[in-house]
């Protein structure tokens, strides 16, 4: 079983950065996607950022030029940071994993809150 641990959620200020973290475990295929989804309430879930297993990146045009993905192959473990984070931001992220073990299949984290707010 897939396991997507996330870290670095809270509170923070207009303009203020955060840091997100994602450690995923368990049986993990080499070629993968990691990235992270957000859901603000009565709104679809969408995709924020994703990262290839070779490093190729795309973001959603909300936060393109503000939120950088990254990640540790290492340690299977994706970043996500929030500069000059705006109030529209607010919303609940979620890691997510896509694998190719013949299909695809994705894997989801529970969700960390991120609250944008003066």
């Known amino acids: 079983q897939v396991q997507l641990v996330e870290s670095g959620g809270g509170l923070v200020q207009p303009g203020g950065s955060l840091r997100l973290s994602c450690a995923a475990s368990?049986?993990?295929?080499?070629?993968?996607?990691m990235g992270w989804y957000r859901q603000a309430p009565g709104k679809q879930r969408e995709l924020v950022a994703g990262i290839g297993s070779g490093g190729s990146t795309n973001y959603a045009d909300s936060v393109n030029g503000r939120f950088t993905i990254s990640r540790d192959n290492a340690k299977n473990t994706v970043y996500l940071q929030m500069n000059s984070v705006k109030p529209e931001d607010t919303a609940v992220y979620y890691c997510?994993?896509?694998?190719?073990?013949?299909?695809?299949?994705?894997?989801w984290g529970q969700g960390t809150q991120v609250t944008v707010s003066s």
């Open positions: 368990g049986s993990i295929f080499s070629i993968n996607v």
């Open positions: 997510w994993l896509r694998v190719f073990p013949g299909t695809q299949y994705d894997y």
